[in-house]
């Protein structure tokens, strides 16, 4: 049973470019979150996707946005890259959008230079 | 904003000892989750304790929840240096939707 996958893991990227990282649920889940988690601090909700749509927002500007595919696998996309981007980025999914146990993937480590 | 704070940050201890950590929020909840992280890799769920519980036990761990003080804590039993990690605590908020607002962590360093 496959769990959480993430790519890529590491990725190194300068201020302005455009970067997007991937995430495959697991295996018979239908919702995926991201976090954004800065060195020391804990994880940060980016946003939530269910049904190939955007349910919630966490407090990100409109450079962060998403996409949910058809087989519930996942894209974050984030534009015009600052420094203070440089994070792990983390993919959590579940089942039904619920607030229960949340299963993380092992993170996209993203340096902005 | 993070809703959870964890305390303390850093906890240093050996083997075989009992290591508490303890979380605070703010607002009103539906339930409070556990979770650890190693060396800044994804994080593992370990245990949800809902709102109108007080007390949850799952292997070496033991989590309490006092609403009234808007408090919880995590009390894991005869460490091991595999337990060296950090653990987060996140609260599902009434009002907040689907996110979970994590605190900072508390690090265990457990030596041999």
């Known amino acids: 049973d496959a769990g959480v996958t993430q790519s890529p893991t590491h990725l190194i990227k300068t201020r302005g470019q455009q970067v997007t990282l991937r995430c495959s649920p697991k295996?018979?889940?239908?919702?995926v979150s991201w976090y954004q988690q800065a060195l020391g601090q804990g994880p940060q909700f980016i946003f939530q996707?269910?049904?190939?749509?955007?349910?919630q927002r966490g407090n990100f500007p409109d450079r962060f946005s998403g996409h949910q595919f058809p087989n519930y696998s996942s894209e974050l996309n984030v534009n015009a890259l600052l420094l203070g981007d440089s994070a792990l980025y983390l993919c959590?999914?579940?089942?039904?959008?619920?607030?229960?146990?949340?299963?993380f993937g092992e993170g996209s480590r993203l340096t902005v230079l | 904003s993070q809703q959870g704070e964890e305390d303390p940050q850093a906890l240093s201890i050996q083997e075989g000892e009992n290591a508490t950590m303890n979380c605070s929020y703010k607002?009103?909840?539906?339930?409070l989750q556990w979770y650890r992280q190693n060396s800044g890799r994804g994080l593992v769920h370990l245990i949800l304790?809902?709102?109108?519980?007080r007390e949850k036990h799952s292997g070496r761990l033991r989590v309490t929840l006092d609403t009234s003080k808007k408090s919880s804590s995590l009390l894991i039993t005869a460490s091991r240096a595999a337990d060296t990690a950090s653990y987060f605590c996140?609260?599902?908020?009434?009002?907040?939707?689907?996110?979970?607002?994590f605190g900072k962590g508390t690090s265990l360093l457990v030596t041999p």
């Open positions: 996140a609260t599902d908020a009434i009002n907040s939707g689907y996110a979970l607002n």
């Open positions: 959590a999914s579940s089942l039904g959008g619920s607030t229960g146990e949340l299963f």
């Open positions: 996707y269910y049904e190939e749509e955007e349910r």
């Open positions: 295996s018979g889940h239908d919702t």
């Open positions: 607002t009103s909840i539906n339930n």
């Open positions: 304790i809902r709102s109108n519980e």
